[in-house]
């Protein structure tokens, strides 16, 4: 297949854009995260997605420092967790997840979980709405939120999310949701793109990356992207780091699209 060239970028609310491609870091240990940041930005990523909760931070900022690069050409989304769901609490996470990340502004900003028990998602929003506002922060988002969230948040403050993201992958396609983004003007961003690794075995995904030379996980990642959908692959693997992101020399058919779609174990939920 072609090497990577340029990871398309998707176009946000709030008038900037986020590559398609990104690097997640869940699970990943704080001091291994500088390392894997670090291959991930040599490799070409340029967006990459963290939280509070990761508790890793720290690790990916030393990897965005050490790389060197202009601070405008990484685009950088954290995530409030839910011990922060109120108005007040959002700036003191904002500015400790910024401090941890050794940065001055991020370019997303999600909430991690609406927490619907908790009652108080709308306030944080407006929180979040506050930050934008005030010029401290890029785009705005949410992560995790049903229609029913986001027609809540939308309804208190008339801020539409420039971003939901949810776990979506072949085996969970979240199309009713997508097309409620779509309505909306929402951006759909994929966690877990890969399944985690569990759909990768699939023979449906296999016999379409021997039909292109390519591996399943690669296959996955196209069809995120032919999809409009904003993927982000964690990988402490250097190989597959890079090669999560060489994905745009090849096109899966209309009917493979369609075969990958029938993975979806959801009834389009
Ligand atoms: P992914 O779907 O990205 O899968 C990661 C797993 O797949 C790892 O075990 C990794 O192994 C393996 N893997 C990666 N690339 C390949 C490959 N090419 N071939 C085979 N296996 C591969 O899962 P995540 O849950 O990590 O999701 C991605 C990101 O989404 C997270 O890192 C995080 O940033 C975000 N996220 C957000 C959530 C939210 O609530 N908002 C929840 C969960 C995730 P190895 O590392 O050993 O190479």
Redesign the pocket.
Known sequence: MTSTTTVPAVALRGGTSIPQLGF????VPDGETAQAVSLALDAGYRSI???AVYGNEAGVGAGIAASGLPRDEVFVTS?LWIDSLSREAVRPAYEKSLELLGLDRLDLYLI??PAPGLGRYVEAWEGLVALQEAGLVGEIGV??FQPAHLDAIIAATGVTPAVN?V?L?PAFAQRALRERHRELGIVTEA???????TV?GDPVLGAIADAHGV?P?QVVLRWHLQAGTVA??????PE?IA??LDVLGFEVSAEQVAAIDGLDRTDGR
Do not use: C, Y
């Not at 997640?24 to 699970?27: A, D, E, M, P, R």
């Not at 982000?232 to 693997?237: D, H």
């Open positions: 997640g870091v869940f699970q997605d963290t939280a995530k991690h979980w992560s995790n993201q776990e992958h966690w877990s793109p890969l399944g985690q690794g990768l591996t996980a982000i692959p964690k990988s402490v693997t597959r090669a999560n």
